[in-house]
């Protein structure tokens, strides 16, 4: 029955040596993922961390290192390629297991998060062009309100505070 329930979700089951960070273990939607020759990476000492892109790698693996340390768990984003040459977004839920000597292996899920992070852009890119646009807003609305003011200062210069009008009337 688990191991149904692994084939099922649409993520990444696996563990890691912590001190290689060597893959021991993968399973779920491994090829879907990560491509079909990563169900050969623990067989091959393929390591955590080498699947990540270069862009996301070096701080990716600090934060990795770190959950090492603290020995608390930990969900990191970054990207992967996709055996169709695509760039994946992944949250990657890490877990320390600890031995008696200190942090003996390292337990994960990966997420494919990519439809999440692309409509996060969407939001961001719209709260910028909507704040463009309230800005722009604002300040015509200034423009409007120092004319108004010109326009009453020249109004009570030519014609003084509107009394005299009434009075020689």
């Known amino acids: 029955r688990f191991h149904e329930l692994v084939e099922s979700l649409d993520a990444v089951f696996w563990e890691a040596d912590a001190a290689t960070l060597a893959f021991t273990f993968l399973a779920g939607r491994v090829a879907d993922m990560l491509g079909p020759d990563a169900t050969t990476w623990p067989d091959r000492g393929r390591a955590w961390g ?12 600090a934060a990795c290192r770190a959950t090492l340390e603290t020995g608390e768990d930990r969900s990191l984003d970054y990207r992967v390629h996709t055996p169709d040459g695509r760039t994946s977004w992944v949250r990657d839920v ?24 692309r409509a996060e852009q969407a939001l961001r890119k719209s709260e910028r062009k909507y704040s463009e646009a309230f800005r722009r807003e604002r300040e015509a609305t200034q423009r409007l309100r120092n004319l108004d003011e010109m326009k009453n200062t020249f109004l009570e210069a030519v014609f003084g505070d509107g009394r005299t009008i009434v009075t020689a009337v």
């Open 50 to 61: 080498d699947h990540i892109t270069e862009e996301d790698r070096a701080d990716t693996l």
């Open 94 to 117: 890490v877990h320390v297991v600890r031995g008696a000597q200190g942090p003996r292996e390292l337990r994960g899920l990966m997420v494919d998060i990519t439809e999440r992070k």
